[in-house]
């Protein structure tokens, strides 16, 4: 149980299809973050939440992607018109502050074909 | 802004022997530092961390210690076992603003009995 749930672990589609993913933190956190791994990387920062506000996004998040966190509690990451770079495994997490235990969920492995 | 250098791999060792990752990290004062885990198929999981210079961070028989002399965070075992095959993340994070974790590459360490 890592604290955090994330759905679906795994996404198969097809280039040009839109896809969307959910994290649900278990308990209440101010802040959730999204992060992107690709194979044989380390995770990349995507984006981030401090409630429902989204306050800082990174240069990798195109305009086809985009996040919410409509109740400040889950949050739901779409990619709109999917390419095979976006391939990728999205990991969220709830807090990564230097006084936290900066943990992860198991991620969501979406793989564009 | 931060980034973190890491060894790279991949890395072969036989049971029982002594197992070094380098990390070295740039930063604007004084992050935390973090070594993550990821086993075959799963998600990441916090190994261990510290938060100001000298601590030490140990779990599962591996240590890290922060030292700012040399900017690095090297994680080290004295005695690895065929389950410690993975890959290892080094990461580190600056207090304020977005707190978001800055990841090296990885190391994949490979284990064999």
């Known amino acids: 149980d890592t604290g955090v749930s994330q759905n679906p672990r795994h996404k198969i589609t097809k280039r040009g299809q839109n896809v969307t993913f959910r994290c649900d933190p278990i308990?209440?956190?101010?802040?959730l973050y999204w992060y992107r791994q690709t194979l044989g990387q380390g995770p990349e920062f995507l984006t981030y939440f401090q409630n429902e506000a989204q306050l800082e996004k990174s240069r990798l998040l195109s305009d086809r992607f985009s996040a919410e966190r409509p109740k400040g509690s889950f949050s739901t990451l779409e990619i709109q018109r999917t390419e095979q770079g976006d391939s990728a495994m999205y990991l969220c997490?709830?807090?990564?502050?230097?006084?936290?235990?900066?943990?992860f969920g198991q991620g969501t492995r979406l793989t564009v074909v | 802004g931060n980034s973190v250098t890491q060894m790279e791999g991949p890395v072969t060792l036989s049971e029982e022997a002594f197992l070094t990752i380098n990390c070295t990290y740039t930063?604007?004062?004084?992050?935390?530092l973090f070594w993550y885990v990821q086993y075959p198929g799963e998600g990441l999981q916090l190994l261990l961390k510290a938060t100001k210079a000298d601590d030490k961070g140990s779990n599962k028989g591996f240590e890290a210690t922060y030292r700012k002399e040399t900017t690095s965070f090297h994680l080290e075992k004295g005695s690895v076992q065929v389950s410690d095959s993975a890959v290892y993340f080094c990461?580190?994070?600056?207090?304020?603003?977005?707190?978001?974790?800055?990841f090296g590459k990885g190391t994949k360490l490979t284990v064999n009995p």
């Open positions: 997490a709830p807090e990564t502050g230097p006084n936290t235990e900066a943990f």
């Open positions: 308990s209440e956190h101010n802040r």
């Open positions: 930063a604007t004062g004084y992050p935390s």
């Open positions: 990461a580190s994070v600056s207090q304020g603003g977005s707190e978001k974790l800055v």
